[in-house]
């Protein structure tokens, strides 16, 4: 067991960030649960500490908010918490071509993905620095590893994340702080409802499944972690081919059209 150490994780209301939560509550860590639905947290918090006994603090906060990084940091110190893991895993779902999305769903993907990481990345990574210890964890996406015909926008977000983040772990490798990217599948979450997938055919991991995996990856500091044997190999793939036949190929899967 694992006591006074401290989790910050976004996205914390629900899918992977909400069982993260409890994968580390369950190894003793303390936590700090971010996302815009308050109640849902008050619950999460409610039934982690009684069944952990561990300090959870919450802080309802929407990330499309360009200040809400300040804001998070402003309540740990507050707080007198030192955040020894922080995982940026806030996301929304997003299917379409690009063409026929309205603009403010594509802003807020990018928004939230690009703009809530860097800048969480930026303020923890700096105080980590001061400490000479610390662990970041970004989470990206299968998808991260090739252009996606049909999820373009979150595609190429992801790839950032990855690109951002695997930069980070090497300008950080000496040091006491690390800078990991974790990578999951298709995982059963709301996710998808926002997308508007139907996903019966699917063989979907479990969040809960995802989270024991990121666990081991994050105490190991991983630099770079696929969840599956299938998104392994589907990296891979995407790595060993041709830019042309991956891209045809992550649009296939994604059942759109890919115009060469
Ligand atoms: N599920 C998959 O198959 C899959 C595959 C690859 C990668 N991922 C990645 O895994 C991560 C978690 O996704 P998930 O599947 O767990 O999705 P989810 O079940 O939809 O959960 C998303 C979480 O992000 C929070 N969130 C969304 N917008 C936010 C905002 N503006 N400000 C603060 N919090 C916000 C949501 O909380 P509130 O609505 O309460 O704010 C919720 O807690 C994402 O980064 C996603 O891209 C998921």
């Given at each position: 067991m694992n006591n006074q150490k401290t989790v910050l994780i976004t996205?914390?209301?629900?899918g992977i960030g909400r069982a993260l939560a409890r994968e580390f509550a369950s190894h003793g860590y303390n936590l700090v649960l971010a996302a815009r639905r308050k109640e849902r947290l008050e619950v999460l918090q409610g039934s982690l500490t009684s069944d952990y006994h561990v300090r959870v603090d919450i802080y309802p906060v929407d990330?499309?908010?360009?200040d809400a990084p300040d804001r998070i940091m402003d309540f740990a110190d507050r707080e007198g918490i030192s955040v020894d893991i922080l995982i940026n895993n806030a996301g929304m779902g997003y299917a379409g071509l690009f063409a026929d999305m309205d603009w403010n769903s594509i802003k807020s993907i990018l928004d939230l993905y690009i703009i809530a990481t860097t800048r969480m990345t930026y303020l923890f990574l700096r105080r980590m620095e001061e400490k000479n210890h610390g662990t970041i964890v970004n989470i990206a996406s299968t998808l991260a590893f090739a252009p996606t015909a049909g999820e373009d926008v979150y595609a190429a977000s992801k790839a950032y994340i990855l690109s951002f983040t695997q930069a980070l772990y090497e300008e950080t490798k000496h040091t006491g702080v690390s800078v990991l990217t974790i990578c999951p599948g298709?995982?059963?979450?709301?996710f998808f409802d926002q997308a508007g997938?139907?996903?019966?055919?699917f063989n979907l991991a479990i969040p809960e499944q995802f989270a024991a995996f990121a666990y081991k990856k994050i105490i190991e500091k991983k630099p770079l972690s696929i969840h599956r044997l299938f998104n392994q190999a589907v990296a891979l793939f995407a790595r060993l081919s041709t830019r042309a036949t991956a891209r045809r190929a992550f649009a296939a899967a994604c059942r759109t059209d890919s115009k060469d």
């Open positions: 996205g914390a209301s629900a990330l499309l908010q360009e298709m995982t059963r979450t709301e997938y139907s996903l019966n055919n």
